[in-house]
């Protein structure tokens, strides 16, 4: 399919606290092409979380327009929105989300349990996500018995196993050193070299800087949007 694969027009999001009507996004718009490698960095409180709920189907925005894979999203129902998820977006948080009593094989096959997927067709494609991330060997351990670089990797692959449009990653390496943090990132960038779509969400301008493109948030707006370096250490516009 031709065309961005992520296009925001006048995006804006309210919430109302009591009395108050507080703008979480106001008037946000940018495109993102297929391929891309892409962070959306900011302060606590800029609006990035809200963003990246926007982007991975989990909220609606109050007002504009949010096309994914050429799709309307705002025009789709809940379910939609659902298999949306589910088929197009891999979804890579800082805290893992593992099932603490499942293996790394059973965790990865996990999207492709809701596909309906068979049982011995979900574990192979879940093995080979888990070869692709360098585990092949660690596919029967649990997550307790894996390092913090491990369980990334494992819920990295987890992402990977639906093969979607696009990862969408959520402060991926706020929970691990620095050396991990580095091999983590050098993961993403092998897979973005593949053709993947990844787009990264992150307070930390060191992540920021090693995307081929970055967009600054503050207070609910796009501020700077070029590349990653150029982006992550400017000075923040007071």
Same mark, same amino acid.
Not at 114 to 124: N, Q, S, W
């Given at each position: 399919m031709t065309g961005p694969l992520i296009e925001l027009r006048e995006i804006t999001r309210y919430y109302q606290m009591g009395d108050e009507r507080i703008a979480a996004l106001a008037g946000v718009g940018f495109?993102?092409?297929r391929g891309e490698m892409v962070a959306i960095i900011g302060s606590s409180g800029s609006g990035k979380s809200t963003l990246l709920n926007i982007l991975g189907c989990l909220d609606t925005p109050t007002s504009g327009h949010y096309r994914l894979d050429g799709k309307d999203v705002q025009d789709l129902s809940d379910d939609e929105r659902a298999r949306a998820r589910n088929r197009q977006i891999g979804f890579v948080f800082q805290s893992f989300q593992l099932?603490?009593?499942?293996?790394?094989?059973?965790?990865?096959?996990?999207?492709?349990?809701?596909?309906?997927?068979?049982?011995?067709? @979900?574990?192979?494609?879940?093995?080979?996500?888990?070869?692709?991330?360098?585990?092949? $060997? @660690?596919? @029967?351990? &649990?997550?307790n018995q894996m390092s913090g670089g491990q369980r990334? &990797?494992?819920?990295?692959?987890?992402?990977?196993?639906? $093969?979607?449009?696009?990862?969408?990653?959520? $402060?991926p390496t706020g929970n691990l050193d620095s050396n991990t943090s580095e091999d983590i990132m050098g993961l993403f960038h092998a897979l973005h070299a593949e053709g993947n779509t990844i787009v990264m969400v992150t307070h930390e301008p060191s992540i920021a800087a090693r995307c081929q493109r970055a967009i600054r948030i503050a207070d609910g707006k796009v501020v700077a949007d070029g590349p990653g370096r150029d982006v992550a250490y400017a000075a923040v516009p007071r």
């Amino acid at each position: 399919m031709t065309g961005p694969l992520i296009e925001l027009r006048e995006i804006t999001r309210y919430y109302q606290m009591g009395d108050e009507r507080i703008a979480a996004l106001a008037g946000v718009g940018f495109q993102i092409a297929r391929g891309e490698m892409v962070a959306i960095i900011g302060s606590s409180g800029s609006g990035k979380s809200t963003l990246l709920n926007i982007l991975g189907c989990l909220d609606t925005p109050t007002s504009g327009h949010y096309r994914l894979d050429g799709k309307d999203v705002q025009d789709l129902s809940d379910d939609e929105r659902a298999r949306a998820r589910n088929r197009q977006i891999g979804f890579v948080f800082q805290s893992f989300q593992l099932l603490p009593r499942s293996t790394a094989v059973k965790n990865v096959a996990l999207p492709l349990v809701y596909r309906g997927v068979p049982a011995r067709e @979900r574990l192979a494609r879940a093995a080979a996500a888990l070869a692709k991330v360098g585990l092949a $060997e @660690r596919t @029967r351990h &649990r997550p307790n018995q894996m390092s913090g670089g491990q369980r990334q &990797r494992t819920a990295i692959a987890r992402a990977l196993v639906t $093969e979607p449009s696009l990862l969408l990653c959520d $402060e991926p390496t706020g929970n691990l050193d620095s050396n991990t943090s580095e091999d983590i990132m050098g993961l993403f960038h092998a897979l973005h070299a593949e053709g993947n779509t990844i787009v990264m969400v992150t307070h930390e301008p060191s992540i920021a800087a090693r995307c081929q493109r970055a967009i600054r948030i503050a207070d609910g707006k796009v501020v700077a949007d070029g590349p990653g370096r150029d982006v992550a250490y400017a000075a923040v516009p007071r």
